[in-house]
């Protein structure tokens, strides 16, 4: 059973016990960001080297993906040893350094804790193969003679897997996996699986990691007669281990990877005593279904199912990650919908998904990805940012699985993106080449010097999101103008109020918006700090430009005739007419479709 600990309280780096609900967590690959050794694959002190970057990018958190000892057959989601570092990406002191750096410069490190399966490669699955059956070392994974058990579970990798059971020669029994055949899923009924993950936990947690991504949690126990999902026993794990990081250790948090509809993932926060913190799969497919329907509607509609959570807890949103644009969570409709949208090439999809990066989904169009971004970073939750997205980098459709979305960082136009001084065959990766996506048109250095960049842009606006908590803690009230090409809705807290304006067409939008219980203040556009026209009792008309958006804090207005005119305060704002365009950037002609569409600029009014 699990050991005793003492009932002092290890501190985490963060000062704030509610933190992760105003960061800005930025996702990488360790093999991914930076190679220090010139071996082709990076690594921690690569990391470390750039975390003056990522400090001034503006990011609070990193989320690193798998750097555990494994066979990398899912790229690290197979793990062979909990507790150590995979040699390629260095050793245990290296992350130690670049715990302490990361810290230093006001960085939290979320890390996975993978629990639902291991490596076949484990030394617990290879002791268990050995075992004879019936033994608490057989029992570390889940066995039958059968493979007709617990029948009515999908496969997940219906491209790759027929079977949830897979047989093995050496023991002469089925082994159970939901994911790939050589992940064998461990065995939450016995008690001594539970007891190693928590030592596995504590490992890390006593390193000064600040939080875990469950992966794949609602498998953890299986159950005949139901689809093995989010069963009572898995909750009462979850709930065990929130339990001993509250009890151990403070201000640190758990992210659940819950792929399921917002009613099926409220369970997963418990009474606020389970995880801190759930993905929200469903709002990112519809995102981009809005923009290319040019319709609010499926946003608006799946917020509007999103039940409420506990006051300590919060949604992660994203617009990209490691995986593909998962359309799980959508109809089949929406999902053959998605697929003649946004891949229309069938080498984009994969499992039931999209494997593309945000920049090529829109087309590489510069004003839908600011919109999109301008999205994330204002609705309810913490945002999460895909290393590579702050650029516009692109995909290589040719790479196999997943990969694509998972090339090396590109930093400068010199030799291998200057991720790596490696020969070019040595690489984990080749990096993108082409004229459009390439290294040599895409990269750090080239956008650090331009204050017009995707870059500049990004930087000033999670500068902006996090000046003000309301983003991050604030309530979300939908507006509903009769003009559904336009998404509009109010944040609130502590007295921050900010309207937030999208127009999702790719033509100019008129919008008339319903603020009349905010009458006699000012809007300002917080970019630039413009004030507005005072709100009225009549409907505040807005004319927005294609793909762009407004933030409008509302404050009280000054006294001053200068900034606000007393034919303002008292006539209805009738003649008014707005069109915001890219902000820092004079107006530009307004454009054609999206397809044709590719000009940079970034928002502004």
């Not at 050794?37 to 958190?61: A, E, H, M, R």
């Not at 608006?300 to 490691?322: E, G, S, V």
């Amino acid at each position: 059973m699990n050991e005793a600990r003492p009932p002092v309280k290890k501190a985490g780096s963060a000062n704030d016990p509610l933190w992760y609900k105003d960061a800005i967590i930025y996702e990488l690959h360790v093999k991914a960001f930076a190679d220090s050794n010139n071996d082709g694959i990076g690594d921690f002190p690569g990391l470390v080297s750039k975390l003056d970057y990522l400090q001034d990018l503006g990011i609070t958190c990193i989320w690193l993906l798998p750097f555990f000892p494994s066979p990398l057959r899912d790229d690290g989601y197979d793990i062979a040893d909990y507790t150590a570092v995979h040699p390629a990406y260095g050793t245990l002191e290296d992350f130690k350094l670049f715990l302490t750096e990361a810290h230093r410069r006001g960085i939290q490190v979320l890390i996975e804790l993978v629990i639902n399966h291991t490596s076949d490669e484990h030394p617990w699955f290879q002791r268990a193969r050995k075992a004879p059956e019936g033994s608490t070392e057989r029992d570390f994974y889940v066995w039958s003679h059968t493979d007709k058990k617990y029948p009515g579970v999908p496969i997940i990798f219906k491209d790759t897997e027929k079977s949830n059971w897979t047989w093995d020669d050496e023991v002469g029994m089925f082994y159970w996996h939901r994911f790939f055949h050589h992940q064998p899923d461990l065995n939450f009924d016995n008690p001594l699986v539970f007891d190693e993950v928590v030592k596995a936990m504590r490992f890390w947690l006593d390193l000064g990691v600040d939080g875990f991504r469950l992966d794949a949690i609602p498998y953890l126990v299986e159950r005949e007669g139901t689809r093995c999902d989010a069963l009572p026993e898995t909750h009462a794990i979850i709930k065990q281990i929130r339990a001993i990081i509250d009890n151990e250790y403070t201000n640190r948090f758990l992210l659940a990877e819950a792929n399921q509809w917002p009613d099926d993932v409220r369970p997963f926060y418990g009474d606020g005593d389970e995880c801190h913190m759930c993905f929200h799969f469903p709002l990112m497919p519809r995102i981009y279904m809005a923009l290319r329907q040019e319709d609010r509607l499926p946003i608006t509609d799946i917020m509007t199912r999103t039940p409420p959570i506990p006051d300590n807890c919060q949604w992660a949103l994203f617009l990209r990650n490691h995986d593909e644009l998962t359309l799980e969570m959508v109809t089949d409709d929406e999902r053959d919908y998605m697929y003649l949208a946004y891949s229309a090439d069938p080498r984009m999809r994969i499992n039931v998904g999209i494997r593309r990066r945000l920049a090529p989904l829109v087309d590489n169009n510069r004003r839908r990805i600011e919109l999109l971004n301008s999205i994330l970073l204002s609705f309810p939750g913490t945002p999460i940012i895909y290393y590579g997205d702050e650029l516009g980098m692109g995909d290589n459709i040719y790479l196999g699985d997943r990969n694509g979305v998972r090339t090396p960082m590109q930093w400068s136009g010199d030799r291998n993106a200057g991720f790596s001084r490696a020969n070019p065959e040595k690489l984990y990766s080749p990096v993108i080449m082409d004229p459009v996506w390439g290294y040599q048109t895409i990269n750090v250095e080239a956008q650090q010097t331009d204050t017009s960049s995707l870059l500049h842009w990004t930087r000033n606006m999670v500068a902006l999101r996090k000046l003000f908590q309301v983003f991050g803690r604030g309530s979300l009230e939908f507006l509903t103008p009769d003009n559904r090409k336009v998404l509009a809705y109010i944040r609130e807290y502590d007295g921050e109020r900010i309207v937030c304006v999208a127009n999702l067409s790719r033509f100019a939008q008129p919008v008339s918006l319903d603020l009349s219980r905010f009458v006699g203040l000012m809007p300002v556009e917080m970019l630039g700090y413009v004030p507005f026209p005072l709100i009225t009792r009549a409907p505040y008309p807005l004319t927005l430009a294609p793909y762009s958006f407004l933030w409008l804090e509302l404050q009280q207005a000054p006294p001053q005739p200068d900034r606000v005119t007393q034919q303002q305060q008292h006539e209805p704002a009738r003649d008014l007419l707005l069109i915001t365009e890219p902000m820092g950037h004079p107006v530009e002609e307004v454009p054609g479709p999206p397809e044709t569409d590719n000009a940079p600029g970034s928002v502004s009014n």
